[in-house]
């Protein structure tokens, strides 16, 4: 991969996280390192459903979470290869430190 096309992809997964929403669900999701199904990050999050669905649908994409189906609902979890490891550590510290503790 040249330079220029692997700092567009690094670009991108800062991007998909730039949105407060995605952001809540991640950290809802880090939480809760078996997964929640749609209506429970809804609830945390405190927004709508479908809104929880749309955000998690871009979520997907990137490659930051994953969906399993349990008969009509949905239960996601946070992707567990290395680069959402990492993309996660740093998340965890910045979120913490922004909270002052």
């Known amino acids: 991969m040249a330079k220029r096309d692997a700092l567009a992809v690094v670009a991108a997964l800062f991007a998909t996280l730039a949105d407060p929403t995605r ?3 991640v ?3 880090l939480r809760k390192a078996a997964g929640l199904y749609v209506f429970e990050i809804a609830a945390k999050v405190k927004t709508s459903h ?3 669905s749309h955000q998690l649908a ?3 994409r ?3 979470v994953t969906g399993t189906r349990h008969g009509q609902a949905m239960r996601y979890v946070l992707a ?3 680069k959402t490891k990492a993309l996660f550590t ?3 510290s ?3 430190q922004a909270r002052g503790k």
């Open 80 to 82: 567990k290869d290395t």
């Open 23 to 25: 952001c809540r669900i």
């Open 27 to 29: 950290h809802a999701l």
């Open 62 to 64: 990137a490659g930051f």
């Open 90 to 92: 740093a998340f965890e």
């Open 94 to 96: 910045l979120y913490v």
């Open 50 to 52: 479908s809104a929880v």
């Open 58 to 60: 871009t979520l997907t």
